[in-house]
Each structure stands twice: as C-alpha cells, then as structure tokens.
C-alpha cells in the first residue's frame, strides 16, 4: 500500500524559508512524477510544483512561486522535498504531497495524481 507522509510545515513569519518532505513507501514500481499541492482557506486546490521523477528531472512550477519554491527528491531515500523561500502569508495553505504512478502527466491538475498525502499547514504571518 502507498503512503506518502509530508512533514516539515510550521508557522514562519513573512521572508522566510521552510523546507517540505514527502516520505514515500510502499510502491511496486516507482512513480513517473510527483508534485505539492497546496490548498488554502476558501480557495480551490493548486498545483504548486511537480518533478519528473524517472531520469530528466523535468519541473513544473506554478507562477506564483517560480524562482521561490524549488522541488527536488532523494530518491535513496525515497523523499521528496520542496524548499520555499521568501515566504509570503498568501502561501499560507494545508500543503499536499501527490505522486502519479502512469506516464504523461497534466502535472498542474490534481486529477492527474493517483496517490496523496494527509497534508501539513504551513502558516506564514507578516
């Protein structure tokens, strides 16, 4: 059974840095790509940055975090990352690891993701 766990979330004040991490466990094959998502009080869910994760190392990054947020994985360990820097409080959001176990991805989109963590908060204050 899949699970991906996320941790590293907290309550930081504005320009500040946290970094995420998203254990993963239990695959019979490993994922084509993973990603974070993000979901913030009366907003709809937002692709916040995705990573092929079978050799090109190809990224997907939103805009609002583009040259912020950087997305990478440890694949020894079996752990993705996201570390995000320059926080603002409109990043303050429930932030979600996600893995697609197929090839070809519309990486932006959550229903491009079979699997999910259970999320960790992220509060940034100004």
């Not at 990043?91 to 991805?105: G, W």
Request: glycine share 12%.
């Amino acid at each position: 059974q899949v699970q991906l766990v996320e941790s590293g979330g907290g309550s930081v004040q504005a320009g500040g840095s946290l970094r995420l991490s998203c254990a993963a466990s239990g695959y019979t094959y490993s994922p084509y790509y993973m990603g974070w998502f993000r979901l913030a009080p009366g907003k709809e869910r937002e692709g916040v940055a995705a990573l092929y994760t079978r050799g090109s190392g190809a990224t997907y990054y939103a805009d609002s975090v583009k040259g912020l947020f950087t997305i990478s994985q440890n694949t020894a360990k079996n752990t993705l990352y996201l570390q995000m820097t320059s926080l603002k409080p409109e990043d303050t959001a429930i932030y979600y690891c996600a893995a697609r176990t197929a090839p070809y991805c519309a990486c932006a989109y959550s229903l491009s993701y079979n699997y999910w963590g259970r999320g960790t908060q992220v509060t940034v204050s100004s």
